[in-house]
């Protein structure tokens, strides 16, 4: 059972450039989150989704966008990546939308624009 | 306003000695869930504990305790005996409700290292 799994692990962009983090889960969750990690300023959530062919925008979405197609597949997209975006990103999924629910994160995406 | 707070950036003790994360939060919401995950060097989070906003009863298990305070918004996670296996980010989360579903906000973590 795999979970949720990100690829790739690390990656080094050149500002302007584009780029799509992977990322998948088999536990049929509907609900599906992209978040940030910057050094000390815990988590913040980029975009979500509820299920298949519905996205919404979380707390930092400028200059990301995601998709939706299927409920096992959550892709991020970096269109022109910039220093700012340099930071470890977390694909997560939960079973529903509750508040009790747990969260799944998987390994994380270290990626260095330079 | 929805906060999570986490004081403590680092902490260092040596093996089994006994450790308190202190986590502070803010909530408009009458009824929530806290949450403790874990990030060790590997990357992912990894679900600890979720408490709902009724029930102050510490919990306990194993070496891991949680002391959660209403009166003071708190819900503080104690290590006793500490082993180097708990090195690790520490980060304590609130369910709030945000566009229909809840969302985890996180706090900044705090980063535990125990040394032999």
């Known amino acids: 059972n795999a979970g949720v799994t990100q690829t790739p692990k690390f990656r080094i962009l050149k500002i302007g450039q584009s780029m799509t983090l992977q990322c998948t889960q088999d536990m049929n969750h509907n609900y599906m989150y992209w978040y940030r990690q910057d050094p000390g300023m815990g988590l913040k959530l980029i975009y979500y989704s509820v299920g298949a062919g519905i996205t919404d925008k979380g707390e930092v979405p400028n200059g990301y966008n995601v998709s939706r197609s299927t409920t096992e597949d959550f892709p991020l997209r970096l269109e022109l990546a910039a220093p700012s975006q340099t930071s470890v990103y977390f694909c997560?999924?939960?079973?529903?939308?509750?508040?009790?629910?747990?969260?799944?994160f998987g390994q994380g995406t270290r990626l260095t624009v330079v | 306003a929805q906060k999570v707070t986490q004081a403590q950036t680092e902490i260092s003790v040596v093996e089994k000695e006994d450790v308190t994360l202190d986590c502070v939060y803010e909530t408009r919401d009458t009824t929530y869930y806290l949450f403790w995950y874990k990030q060790p060097p590997s990357g992912e989070l990894v679900f600890l504990i979720r408490?709902?906003?009724?029930?102050?009863q510490n919990e306990i298990s194993g070496r891991y305790s949680w002391n959660f305070q209403k009166s003071t918004s708190s819900f503080n996670f104690t290590i006793t005996a500490s082993q180097v296996v708990d090195s690790a980010v520490y980060f304590c989360?609130?369910?709030?409700?945000?566009?229909?579903?809840?969302?985890?906000?996180f706090g900044s973590g705090t980063r535990l290292l125990v040394r032999p």
């Open positions: 408490r709902n906003s009724f029930d102050e």
């Open positions: 997560a999924s939960t079973q529903t939308g509750a508040m009790n629910t747990e969260a799944f």
């Open positions: 989360a609130l369910s709030a409700l945000m566009d229909s579903s809840y969302k985890l906000i």
